[in-house]
């Protein structure tokens, strides 16, 4: 599977770069990964199989460029992932709302997913606080705040933890079928 993956914008020296946790390629080995620059208009090829939304800063740049993918992946009907920040945007483009979140910033708690308690890391400040009308819950924290969302009838999941971050990820069962077919 040849899947896409947005990166987050970094600050260096004044200077705006791209960046990627290289925890990503390890996580979706044996699968390629294509890193998306933050260029508007990026053209995407049509060998891409999957959209992943990473997690990280936003910028008006990678907002063009996750609109982009975001259209590019719906049109063809594309799954797609959101991670944290790409769970967030996801919800928004479906029309939910995200506010600020406190207690879930460099931390681990235990969500309920898939009649399983599992273990996640969290690293955010904001929060799924209503999902768009598309988008059901799939998993919770003991706070009950939502971790992980489905999309009603399309292959779309937006989690709030960061898998390529954990020695035994996590991921809903129907992203692990998809990346193990």
């Keep these: 599977m040849r899947i ?31 890193a998306i620059p933050n260029i508007k208009n990026i053209e995407l090829g049509s060998t891409i199989d999957m959209i992943v939304f990473t997690g ?3 910028s008006r740049d990678r907002t063009a460029v996750e609109s982009h993918c975001f259209n590019f992946a ?23 709302i995200n506010q600020e979140i406190k207690g879930h910033r ?4 235990t969500i ?15 929060a799924l606080d209503e999902l768009g009308p598309a988008l059901h819950p799939i998993a919770r ?7 992980a969302f ?17 020695d035994k990820p996590a991921l809903p069962p129907g992203v692990w079928r998809l990346l193990n077919k």
Excluded at 4 to 33: K, S
Excluded at 112 to 126: A, C, E, Q
């Design 112 to 126: 309920l997913i898939d009649s399983k308690v599992v273990t996640v890391n969290s690293f955010h400040d904001y």
């Design 56 to 58: 990280g800063e936003i």
């Design 74 to 96: 719906a049109k063809r009907k594309l799954p797609m992932l959101g991670v944290c920040h790409g769970a967030l945007f996801l919800n928004y483009i479906f029309g939910g």
């Design 4 to 34: 896409g993956i947005t990166q987050r914008p970094y600050e260096i020296n004044g200077v705006m770069h791209d960046c990627l946790d290289p925890g990503w390629y390890t996580f979706f080995a044996p699968h390629e990964l294509v």
């Design 106 to 109: 460099n931390t681990e708690h």
């Design 141 to 147: 924290a003991k706070d009950k705040s939502i971790e």
């Design 150 to 166: 489905k999309h009603n009838t399309l292959p779309i999941w937006g989690i709030m933890w960061h898998p390529e971050r954990m």
